[in-house]
């Protein structure tokens, strides 16, 4: 009777040190995929444009802040699921107790990073657009990092401003291009050379086009536009940013989000069932022993 229990006890180890095995291939597959969309997100600069200039106060980096976050859990998930692997290989239970606490590390990491993302989401209506706008009231330049940003923004959704182009209005920036001007009718610049439409062989194609050097229509006229507020003519872009943004950014959201939730939810099983086959291999004395000169005391898989 005994040694039947034993041998079920055995055949039990077995299974669960084979589905962890499994689970750990799927963890390096879906570490590789956090990976790469995160990193897609970094590296690709429109996308990378979109998302950094979506704030609900100047200098927030909360949605740009989770594409690092999806990098990082992608690099633990493939760590953490061959250090599992090893951990099996070598019957350690104390590696594969330590392999689930990590678990537990990634599973808050990722969910945190999804319901960042979920708040998010519900206060764009609410927050964005103000923290969008005083952005660009105190802290856009040409070449500083939120100029890069709604630069390349600007240009590639053919946008400009927030909500259109008197969003520049008395901005840091406005009063810089216009030294003593105090009313729209003093200045002669009103917005950036990014809210105007570009000259033809630029506007077909703008993904060769550099945000920083692009060359408008009629710079002129497009102040002009600008200054009497005629966004949607020839020469100024139509919309605004919030507009033109939002709708196109929310399935980049809806991606990160899913992918943060359920892989952080999924390492519940992986916590469960490691921490269970520790338990499990110190109760039947089948760790390794570090002497060359002993052998596991019970089952050679």
Not at 17 to 27: A, E, K, Q, T
Not at 169 to 192: C, F, H, K, M
Not at 204 to 226: E, G, L, S, Y
Request: net charge neutral; glycine share 8%; charged share 15%.
């Amino acid at each position: 009777m005994g040694q039947n229990s034993d041998t079920n006890a055995e055949k039990d180890l077995r299974c669960a040190r084979r589905f962890l095995v499994g689970y750990n291939i799927c963890m390096i597959i879906f570490g590789m995929g956090c990976m790469a969309v995160g990193i897609w997100l970094n590296a690709e600069k429109n996308v990378h444009s979109y998302l950094a200039i979506l704030v609900r106060y100047p200098g927030e980096r909360a949605v740009t802040g989770t594409t690092v976050m999806l990098i990082c859990a992608g690099i633990l998930l493939i760590a953490m699921a061959i250090f599992c692997c090893y951990a099996l290989r070598k019957q350690n239970s104390n590696w594969l107790l330590l392999y689930a606490l990590g678990s537990i590390f990634i599973m808050i990491l990722l969910i945190t990073a999804g319901f960042i993302l979920i708040v998010f989401r519900e206060q764009i209506p609410l927050y964005v657009k103000d923290g969008m706008r005083a952005e660009i009231q105190g802290h856009y330049t040409h070449d500083n990092y939120v100029g890069l940003q709604w630069n390349r923004a600007q240009m590639m959704q053919r946008c400009c401003g927030v909500d259109g182009s008197w969003d520049y209005y008395r901005s840091n920036w406005w009063y810089s291009q216009n030294p003593g001007a105090e009313t729209v009718l003093d200045a002669t610049i009103q917005v950036p050379d990014t809210c105007c439409k570009l000259a033809y062989n630029e506007d077909r194609d703008t993904w060769w086009v550099d945000p920083q050097n692009c060359h408008p229509k009629d710079k002129t006229k497009c102040n002009q536009d600008a200054q009497g507020r005629r966004d949607g003519s020839d020469y100024l872009n139509p919309v605004g940013c919030f507009a033109a943004i939002t709708g196109f950014i929310l399935t980049y959201f809806t991606i990160i989000t899913v992918m943060g939730l359920v892989i952080g939810f999924i390492q519940i099983i992986g916590i469960f069932v490691s921490y269970t086959t520790a338990m499990q291999m110190k109760h039947m004395n089948v760790e390794v022993i570090q002497s060359p000169s002993q052998v596991p005391l019970r089952m050679n898989n």
